[in-house]
């Protein structure tokens, strides 16, 4: 009787050694699953994100072939409005040219949008937010990260 005994417990053992492997396991596959589930949704707002530059491009684009195509041209005047797309751009782009300064100038060449666009109304939220800064007085401001 005590050798049935001491079988069970051996037996017992090894199940328990084999369902704690299986439990390993399991709980290696669901966090690899939420790792991966985070990439996903981090990748799919990047891609939204480049949905909303690509539309405004298009934007840009059918405006531009538009003007060309017609024989007479207007010109729309740009009030103030809501530059939060292109500064949300500016604000990604500025840390890839840390200690470039840029002008008016040369921000309208990087962002074509900002053509017929006070560049101050654009750049001021971002100065007073500390996410890029100025230096210069009226006509020769430069920014820079």
Excluded: C
């Amino acid at each position: 009787m005590a050798k049935s005994s001491s079988k069970p417990a051996v037996s017992n053992a090894f199940v328990d050694q084999a369902l704690e492997r299986w439990r390993a396991i399991e709980r290696e596959a669901e966090e690899k699953k939420h790792n991966e589930l985070k990439n996903l949704h981090a990748a799919m707002g990047k891609i939204d994100e480049r949905i909303a530059e690509l539309v405004a491009q298009k934007k840009l684009i059918t405006d531009a072939i538009g003007q060309v195509g017609s024989p007479r041209r207007v010109m729309k005047t740009q009030g103030r409005g809501d530059h939060s797309e292109v500064r949300a751009r500016i604000a990604r782009w500025f840390p890839g040219h840390k200690g470039e300064k840029f002008g008016a100038k040369a921000l309208i060449k990087e962002f074509p949008e900002l053509a017929g666009v006070s560049i101050s109304i654009v750049m001021n939220p971002m100065v007073k937010a500390g996410t890029v800064k100025k230096e210069g007085a009226k006509g020769n401001t430069v920014y820079f990260v």
